[in-house]
């Protein structure tokens, strides 16, 4: 099984970003301890970071009938973008929205998700951890064919 981690803007600064927020771990720490981790479960993890929008929504288009599920932390473009909304509504496989922090528990302008619209799921507050829980659901998930 192919998995798509998509990550968007400010996202490449993290561990140094507002780390009493999003915390220490670095994206390569994460993308590392997620890629190790699907390998053992023989999958393939595509770890993708991009501050561009118009790439996003390239790779996510890329990612069609290839990939069978997409991880994504969308991080502003959450609140913002329906041009993604709309892109991962053109792809087919699990859709499982990742927020290290706890959006709900922050300004107004994070309750709104656009992404959730499409999501199979949606993690927030549950840091690092929030993007593990995301690959074992969708590992899981085929396991049981429902991915
Ligand atoms: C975020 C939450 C977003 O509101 C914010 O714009 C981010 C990161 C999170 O992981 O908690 O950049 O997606």
């Avoid at 220490?24 to 991009?50: K, M, P, V, Y």
């Avoid at 996003?56 to 009938?65: E, K, N, T, V």
């Amino acid at each position: 099984m192919n998995i798509l981690l998509l990550n968007g803007p400010n996202l490449n600064l993290l561990g140094d970003r507002e780390p009493e927020i999003y915390g220490a771990d670095t994206l390569a720490d994460i993308e590392r301890g997620l890629s190790e981790h699907a390998r053992a479960a023989g999958a393939g993890l595509d770890c993708f970071q991009t501050n561009h929008e118009g790439e996003a929504i390239d790779r996510i288009h890329a990612a069609r009938g290839v990939a069978d599920a997409l991880i994504i932390n969308p991080a502003a473009w959450t609140h913002t973008s329906i041009a993604l909304l709309d892109a991962l509504n053109a792809f087919a496989g699990r859709v499982v929205e990742v927020h290290l922090s706890n959006v709900h528990r922050r300004e107004s302008f994070r309750h709104r998700s656009y992404v959730s619209l499409r999501a199979d799921g949606v993690i927030a507050g549950l840091g690092v951890y929030g993007y593990r829980a995301a690959l074992d659901y969708v590992l899981n998930g085929a396991e049981r064919g429902t991915v």
